[in-house]
T-cell receptor, first 112, second 108 residues
């Protein structure tokens, strides 16, 4: 049973570019959340998707957007990249109504 | 506001016991999680406390006091593989609010 998978593992972009990160949830899960983890910090909630809709959003600008597909997989898009967007981006899946999150290994994004 | 505090770093000796504290002040509270994260890896679930008291699971135990806004993670019989970051997180309306994490170094 595959856990949460994310791609790519690492990514290098330059300022002003756009990036798309992908996530496949754990089998049987229907809810996907995205978190940003800066070096030496705890993860920060970006947003959560359920039934292909954004259900909750953290304190992130509109440059951060997402999507959930009918198969429950999800994408995180970041436009107009800034140096400060360099971080580990974690995807977590869960079953709606259950609290426990399962995390993927993340995508390490470096913005130069 | 949302505030979750943990010590930044701790060091302990193999075979010993260590307690990692977490205090929180959040606008909502449904429960408290502890996750373990090794460098470059995904956070993995350790415990979830909803009610006050101690939850024991093998070498790891977690305690919660909602009235005090306080939790701790207790690790017994420390092993070298326990060297990792330990994340305290408050669950609020389906999202997790994390502390900065505590980096634990276990020495021989």
């Amino acid at each position: 049973d595959a856990g949460v998978t994310q791609s790519p593992t690492h990514l290098i972009k330059t300022r002003g570019q756009q990036v798309t990160l992908r996530c496949s949830p754990k089998s049987g899960h229907d809810t996907v959340s995205w978190y940003q983890q800066a070096l030496g910090q705890g993860p920060q909630f970006i947003f959560q998707y359920y039934e292909e809709e954004e259900r909750q959003r953290g304190n992130f600008p509109d440059r951060f957007s997402g999507h959930q597909f009918p198969n429950y997989s999800s994408e995180l898009n970041v436009n107009a990249l800034l140096l400060g967007d360099s971080a580990l981006y974690l995807c977590a899946s869960s079953l709606q109504g259950e609290e426990k999150l399962f995390f993927g290994s993340g995508t390490q994004l470096s913005v130069l | 506001g949302q505030n979750i505090d943990q010590p930044t770093e701790m060091t302990a000796t193999e075979g010993a016991i260590v307690q990692i504290n977490c205090t929180y002040q959040t606008s909502g509270f449904n429960g408290l999680f502890w996750y373990q994260q090794h460098a470059g890896e995904a956070p993995t679930f350790l415990s979830y406390n909803v009610l006050d008291g101690l939850e024991e699971k093998g070498r790891f135990s977690s305690f919660l006091s909602r009235s005090k806004g306080y939790s701790y993670l207790l690790l017994k019989e420390l092993q070298m593989k326990d060297s990792a970051s330990y994340l305290c997180a408050v669950e609020n309306t389906g999202k997790l609010i994390f502390g900065q994490g505590t980096t634990l170094q276990v020495k021989p």
